[in-house]
């Protein structure tokens, strides 16, 4: 992973309008380069349906999914640079490309239980250009014997 320290352009690059940036441009936007500052203008906001999902009991080695669906309710294009999980068992699959201002998305997240028994709770973790910049969802489950 790298960061950019890409600084201000001329003139007519800092009046671009949201509209008129790239994908590139909203990645390197100074706003998400350190999650420890806090960012000005406007923000996107992920706003989850749930942020919990539990698929119950189920059969040891079944694989199991669930989508979690999202809205920008902030105002500012949505970037999610990565989603991960606590373990190889657990796939998030996330946007690539990003979300305006009051549209939707899904992360679906994959999990399988093989080898595993018992109690399953499983965080997903979403970097995006939030603020704050992390955003967690989990998953639970319990593996019956």
């Known amino acids: 992973m790298t960061s950019c320290d890409k600084k201000a352009g001329n003139a007519s690059e800092q009046t671009a309008t949201q509209e008129d940036l790239s ?9 998400t ?3 420890h500052e806090v960012p000005a ?5 992920m ?3 749930e942020n919990v999902y539990d698929f119950g009991d189920i ?4 694989v199991v999914s669930h989508t979690f669906t999202f809205k920008n309710t ?5 970037i999610i640079e990565s989603a991960t999980a ?5 796939v998030p699959n996330y946007p690539k490309e990003p979300i305006a201002p009051g549209k939707e998305g899904k992360i679906d997240v994959q999990f399988d239980s093989q080898g595993k028994t018992g109690q399953q709770n499983k965080q997903i973790t979403i970097r995006a250009n939030t603020q704050p910049n992390i955003t ?7 593996i019956l014997q």
């Open 23 to 31: 994908a590139a441009d909203l990645i390197n936007n100074p706003n």
């Open 33 to 35: 380069a350190n999650p």
């Open 41 to 45: 203008g406007p923000l996107p906001k």
């Open 47 to 49: 706003t989850f349906a």
């Open 59 to 62: 059969k040891p080695g079944a």
């Open 74 to 78: 902030g105002e500012a294009p949505l």
């Open 86 to 90: 606590t373990c190889g068992c657990t």
């Open 136 to 142: 967690e969802l989990t998953i639970k489950t319990n």
